[in-house]
């Protein structure tokens, strides 16, 4: 692959705040906080930071920030459009700013009072941020307002086609749960979830129940990305960027594609699997543990079939056989994810992949991690990153 | 259905004629003036050819159930739950999302016959819904 970002930067810094259901400042606030964290962690002074790059849905603006953590002059700040969809994309941004000479150290970051201030899985309404009012509309019409409604239609279809049953979707966020209960900064630290609290979640849109469905949450989580090289000056374990992409294919919408032919899979999710192989140089089976975009449990079943970890139609087995738990040959979300950790738009996936290489993980793996794989939001323009160890 | 709070499409250049065509009771499809190549949902340009010319055909309102969901939670005023969504499949070839009426949640099965009719709110808002049909 040519203009290959392959190993030209590195996550350097990983800061959160706490994750909450209510907390109690403002998104600038958590922002600022999840920044100055980040960089602390690093080892970093605010004065070399260069470039800024967020979520458009982001409240908090790069200047804003820049002036709350005592960041002076910026080459490159920028937002990144579809929601969690932009998750590693923002890492791409970075990548290529390092890369290309135009930044040298890149902070990003997504911080929102998702609980108590605008809750994604309460409806869109009027309120919708994205200017694309029209393509919403084909779906508000009729009452389509949340994530959910959107998902669950390409999610019914799979599990139709595959026959998966609802316990493989049970599996996923029990599992989950599992990881989180040992983490303190999770929503389900020390609140395990029992495959009969799973059935008896309420009903959102069929086929998925409340615990299908992530955490709503109100917190920050910020990175810093370097040169790889500049990277091992700093404080921790570089995380080394191995590949980075965003991905987007022909009939895309957001959480809506159903015009397409294939609409029992994620054509764009193996886009961006095609594209962070070729660029890594590695396959499936040098993959340690994942953080794979985790909104609903649905889109980890899928997932795992578009990274190639096994074929179509037999994740529902690669999960019954335990490979996504404890000990497992693919360890996925092991501080809990969205799904019970904290929905911070996969920027807390991004942190715990950072991690997960260092070494120093909460539930770090009994082996070896050369290499993790993270991916952005599912069913949205999205894309996948592998990080690895030097 | 009810209409108090039912979020109304934006009237715009690229959707407005679709919902004027569905007030009169017509489910209709874009199509390219160009290469006939139709489209669903409603776009400017015709990704084949780039033409921006368009008229469009008024589907037969056949179809067979693609895939569904059931909206149960969270609900929100001006729509009764709970509420089906199929995804159809014309027999024109191209799919279409809306509601499924007349039918309870449980008897919903994969490829059954639908066909479309239209359901008016008090305020005279028309909608097409999709309900279940004979064999094709």
Redesign the interface.
Same mark, same amino acid.
């Given at each position: 692959m040519e203009n290959s970002l392959k190993n030209q930067a590195a996550i350097a810094g990983v800061g959160q705040t706490r994750y909450s259901k209510e907390s109690g400042v403002s998104e600038l606030s958590l922002a600022s906080e999840a920044v100055a964290n980040c960089l602390e962690d690093a080892g970093l002074a605010p004065g070399e930071v260069d470039g800024m790059v967020s979520y458009t849905l982001d409240s908090s603006d790069e200047i804003e920030v820049a002036q709350c953590v005592g960041i002076g002059d910026l080459n490159m700040f920028a937002k990144i459009n579809y929601g969690g969809g932009a998750a590693v994309g923002l890492i791409q941004q970075a990548a290529m700013a390092i890369a290309s000479g135009v930044c040298n150290n890149v902070v990003v970051w997504r911080a929102m009072n998702g609980r108590s201030g605008r809750r994604m899985g309460q409806g869109t309404g009027q309120q919708i941020v994205s200017s694309d009012l029209i393509h919403w509309s084909w779906y508000q019409v009729y009452g389509m307002l949340t994530p959910a409604s959107w998902v669950a239609m390409i999610a019914h279809k799979y599990m139709h086609t595959y026959n998966v049953p609802n316990d493989t979707l049970a599996s996923v966020a029990t599992t989950q749960r599992q990881f989180a209960v040992s983490n303190p900064a999770a929503f389900g630290y020390q609140k395990p979830m029992s495959t009969e609290d799973y059935y008896h979640s309420k009903m959102v849109s069929y086929p998925l129940r409340v615990f299908d469905c992530c955490q709503e949450t109100d917190g920050g989580c910020a990175l810093l990305i370097t040169s790889t090289e500049r990277a091992k000056s700093l404080k921790q374990t570089p995380a080394v960027i191995r590949a980075v992409t965003q991905a987007s294919v022909q009939g895309q919408e957001q959480m809506t594609s159903f015009y397409r032919d294939d609409i029992a899979s994620l054509p764009e999710m193996e886009y961006a699997a095609k594209r962070v192989y070729a660029m890594s140089g590695l396959g499936p089976d040098d993959i340690d543990a994942a953080c794979l975009y985790d909104a609903f449990t649905t889109e980890i079943v899928m997932q795992l079939e578009s990274f190639g970890f096994c074929g179509r139609g037999e994740a529902k087995d690669f999960i019954a056989d335990g490979h996504i738990g404890p000990g497992g040959r693919l360890p996925n979300n092991t501080h809990g994810g969205l799904l019970s950790e904290a929905y911070i738009h996969g920027v807390n996936n991004i942190a715990q992949a950072a991690r997960l290489i260092r070494g120093n993980a909460v539930n770090q793996p009994d082996k070896t991690v050369d290499h993790v794989l993270v991916s952005s939001g599912v069913g949205v323009p999205t894309g996948a990153l592998i990080l690895g160890r030097d | 259905m009810q209409t108090a709070g039912?979020?109304?499409?934006?009237m715009?250049a690229?959707?407005g004629w679709w919902w004027e065509q569905a007030a009169q009771q017509v489910l209709a499809i874009q199509r390219c003036t160009s290469c006939e190549t139709l489209r !669903? $949902?409603p776009r400017p340009m015709c990704n084949r050819c780039r033409s921006l010319q368009w008229d469009f055909i008024a589907a037969s309102g056949r179809g067979t159930l693609?895939?569904?969901?059931?909206?149960? !939670? $969270?609900q929100?005023p001006g729509?009764q739950y709970p509420?089906a969504?199929a995804?159809v499949e014309l027999e024109e070839g191209?799919?279409i999302?809306?509601?499924l009426v007349g039918i309870e949640?449980d008897d919903i099965t994969?490829g059954m016959p639908l066909q479309v009719s239209f359901q008016a709110d008090p305020d005279g808002f028309v909608?097409p819904v999709f309900e279940p049909a004979e064999e094709n």
């Open positions: - | 039912r979020i109304k499409p934006p715009t690229d959707n !669903h $949902p693609a895939s569904y969901t059931v909206l149960e !939670h $969270p929100f729509y509420i969504i995804l191209e799919r999302t809306a509601q949640p994969f909608l």
